[in-house]
């Protein structure tokens, strides 16, 4: 059971990129899943969330409007399309699964409630 995300590299500021979220050993469709970041120095915080039928999606206001997540289930991948791209989102983007749900209510963007993460893909946005 894991997840694998890929898809970051380097971008000039305007440009877009498109992360992608394998999951292997489980259907993604059963899940919430959302994306966090880490940037050098900082914590890790969230990007945004998506339930598995992709009726509720919640962004965090620094992505609102340049940020969309969706969903493949028959490729059981989960996608970040980021558009307008700004150097302060150079980060570390990870994937995640809920811990001990299927989905959730309230802040779904707490780290704390995710138990599967895939690895980190760079994203650098720089000119």
């Known amino acids: 059971v894991q997840l694998q995300a890929s898809g970051g590299g380097m971008m000039q500021p305007g440009g877009s990129l498109r992360l992608s979220c394998a999951a292997s050993?489980?259907?993604?469709?059963?899940?919430?899943i959302a994306w966090f970041r880490e940037a050098p120095g900082k914590e890790r915080e969230g990007v945004g969330y998506?339930?598995?039928?992709?009726?509720?999606?919640v962004y965090a206001e620094a992505v609102k409007g340049r940020f969309t997540m969706y969903r493949d289930n028959a490729k059981n991948t989960v996608y970040l399309q980021m558009n307008s791209l700004k150097p302060e989102d150079t980060a570390s983007y990870y994937c995640?699964?809920?811990?001990?749900?299927?989905?959730?209510?309230?802040?779904?963007?707490?780290?704390?409630?995710?138990?599967?993460w895939g690895q980190g893909t760079l994203v650098t946005v720089s000119s």
């Open positions: 995640a699964r809920p811990r001990n749900a299927h989905q959730l209510a309230g802040n779904r963007l707490d780290m704390a409630r995710y138990g599967l």
């Open positions: 998506i339930t598995g039928t992709s009726s509720t999606q």
């Open positions: 050993g489980f259907s993604l469709r059963n899940y919430a």
